[in-house]
Nanobody
Framework: QVQLVESGGGLVQPGGSLKLSCAAS????????MGWFRQYPGKERELVAG???????NYADSVKGRFTISRDNVKKTLYLQMNSLKPEDTAVYYC????????WGQGTQVFVSS
C-alpha cells in the first residue's frame, strides 16, 4: 500500500520561504517520477514541479526561479523548496507518485499573506 504524507505547509508572509516534504512508503520510491501539484478552491489541481526517477526536473512557468523540487531516494522523501512566495501561491499542495497508477498525498495548506 503506497502512502504519501505531506508536511511543511503553513502561514508565511509574502517574500518568505517554506519547504514542503512528502514522505513515501510502500513502494520502491526511486523508481517512480514524483511531482508537486497545487489546487485553488473550485479549480483543478495543477502541476507545480515534477522530477523524474533520474532527477530531471520541470516547473510551471509561474514558479520557475522561485521553487526547487528535489528528492532523497534513501529517505524516500520528496521536497519542494519555495522561496519568494507570493499571495497567489496560496493553495493546497499535494505530492503525487506516478507510474502505472497515480498515488496522492492528503495535501498541505500553504497560505501567503501579510
Amino acid at each position: 500500500q503506497v502512502q504519501l504524507v505531506e508536511s511543511g505547509g503553513g502561514l508565511v508572509q509574502p517574500g518568505g520561504s517554506l519547504k514542503l516534504s512528502c514522505a513515501a512508503s510502500g513502494s520502491i520510491f526511486s523508481l517512480y517520477p514524483m511531482g508537486w501539484f497545487r489546487q485553488y478552491p473550485g479549480k483543478e489541481r495543477e502541476l507545480v514541479a515534477g522530477i523524474s526517477s533520474s532527477g530531471r526536473t520541470n516547473y510551471a512557468d509561474s514558479v520557475k526561479g522561485r521553487f526547487t523540487i528535489s528528492r532523497d531516494n534513501v529517505k524516500k522523501t520528496l521536497y519542494l523548496q519555495m522561496n519568494s512566495l507570493k499571495p497567489e501561491d496560496t493553495a493546497v499542495y499535494y505530492c503525487k507518485q506516478g507510474g502505472a497508477r497515480d498515488y496522492w498525498g492528503q495535501g498541505t495548506q500553504v497560505f501567503v499573506s501579510s
